[in-house]
């Protein structure tokens, strides 16, 4: 049996794919393993009740929950909460939505799959297009998504060192060149793997650059404001008809029901919802069953604001403090945690590479993610990416706190020739 270049490109070890499968099988294998490299959101007492309840009132509910299991919805997702939605965030923010400027799909990493491959890759002509990424590192993701092969180009950040060990990347604008083959920019914000957040000025800039060059700017949402609001820096909401604005339940709390959120131009929602009818027939409606009540009344906005940002901003400082109490007198940085679930950190000139560095903690029952997946589509091969791992902070205290210390440990060695 031959696959196609699609099926030997969707089925070989991609990035994503061997992390993933690294995850499962150390969970099956030793169940013991420090969990520091997924992107599993913390569990939040107070946000899962709040779900449980929503679920007994389905249940409760005269023909809820048969409706809900039992029906179809159509392509563009449930009506009721694409109407919720589009009404919560005009009245918010004042952008003119509509119902007809907002898709569902099943998860933002299958919204992007579409979209990537809608407004990319090779034309009528035969002509390849392709999507900036105007900053990395960014969402890992993102880096096998084209059907096309070398769907992606990026863009090397700045670097802007801060005291106390921390840094910043910010786009370098006077490096950043928009070739005639692009066809849309994407940017994450809060991004996932650094938990940066391009300022306001950066955000404008680049709407103004994709509008002069007739091309969308996807921003990624998916841990940024209103909901599910883990966000820790200032950062205005932005949405106009040149932004294709991707949001998640995923890190509200609800990865397992699979609920994406779109809002763009509404020719660009007409297309999407033809395209989920086409893969999907629809998406599921777990998500929005859950939401849409919360939706109505504005509470997904104050929960997201007074239980879910406080909840990763204490852990987050905490994972700070450890960090810095283990490899005080090293040489490291951490990128500020502006947002997201992950801490971001840098080891100038370590003698290995983060390859190296992520073969030898899982041997040590830590499990992290290497930098160096996290450029796609950059061409050169900056020393930097290899310099670099992600972790999350959202599992428990005890197993963020040990599982630093043995990262902490396995970093000195190194730097001291072990």
């Known amino acids: 049996m031959e696959f196609s ?11 994503i794919v061997q992390l993933m499968d690294d995850l499962g099988n150390a969970l099956s294998v030793n169940k ?47 009506s009721r909460f694409v109407e919720a939605l589009a009404a919560l965030l005009s009245r918010e923010f004042g952008w ?20 990537f491959n809608m407004l990319a890759g090779r034309d009528d002509a035969g ?12 969402y890992i993701g993102y880096a096998d998504q084209g059907i096309m092969a070398d769907m992606f ?33 994407c940017v994450s914000r809060p991004t996932n793997p650094t938990g940066n957040v391009l300022t306001d000025e950066e955000v404008t800039k680049l709407v103004a650059l994709a509008r002069r060059h007739g091309v969308p700017l996807i921003l990624d949402n998916a841990y940024g404001t209103p909901f599910p609001h883990i966000i820790f820096t200032d950062a205005t909401p932005v949405w106009n008809e040149d932004v294709i604005l991707l949001m998640s339940l995923s890190k509200l709390g609800l990865p397992g029901v699979r609920t994406g959120i779109v809002i763009a131009s509404e020719p660009i929602i007409r297309a999407l919802a033809g395209v989920n009818a086409i893969v999907n027939l629809t998406t599921g409606g777990f998500g929005a069953a859950l939401t849409v009540d919360m939706i109505e009344s504005g509470e997904i906005i104050s ?71 996290f450029f796609p589509g950059l061409r050169e091969d900056w020393p930097h990416r290899h310099e670099c791992i992600r972790l999350t902070y959202s599992q428990s205290p005890q197993v963020v706190e040990k599982g630093i210390a043995i990262i902490a440990d396995e970093v000195k060695r190194a730097y001291d020739g072990g």
Do not use: C
């Not at 270049?5 to 990035?15: C, D, W």
């Not at 509509?98 to 579409?114: C, E, K, L, R, W």
């Not at 802007?160 to 370098?172: G, I, M, Q, R, T």
């Open 5 to 15: 270049s699609f099926g030997k490109s969707f089925s070989s070890k991609a990035g």
């Open 32 to 78: 013991s393993m420090l969990m520091l490299g997924g992107g599993n959101p913390g569990q939040i007492p107070q946000v899962q009740a709040r779900f449980r309840r929503r679920m007994y009132d389905i249940l409760e509910e005269s023909d809820r929950f048969e409706r809900l299991i039992g029906d179809y919805d159509p392509p563009q997702g449930e």
């Open 96 to 115: 003119p939505l509509g119902p007809g400027n907002i898709a569902v799909t099943n998860g933002s990493q299958s919204a992007s799959f579409m979209l």
């Open 127 to 138: 002509a390849a297009r392709r999507i900036l990424l105007p900053l990395t590192p960014e």
């Open 153 to 185: 180009t990026a863009n090397r950040p700045s670097i802007e060192l801060l005291d106390d060990n921390l840094f910043k990347y910010h786009v370098d604008f006077d490096s950043l060149n928009i070739e005639d083959d692009v066809s849309a920019i």
């Open 303 to 373: 929960m997201s604001k007074e239980v879910i940002r406080p909840f990763y901003q204490e852990k987050a400082d905490k994972a700070v403090d450890w960090i810095r109490s283990a490899l005080a007198g090293y040489d490291f940085r951490i990128h500020r945690p502006e947002g997201a679930i992950f801490l971001w950190l840098w080891f100038p000139n370590l003698p290995i590479t983060s390859a190296v560095l992520y073969q030898r903690l899982k041997e040590r029952g830590v499990l992290i993610i290497p930098g160096h997946f």
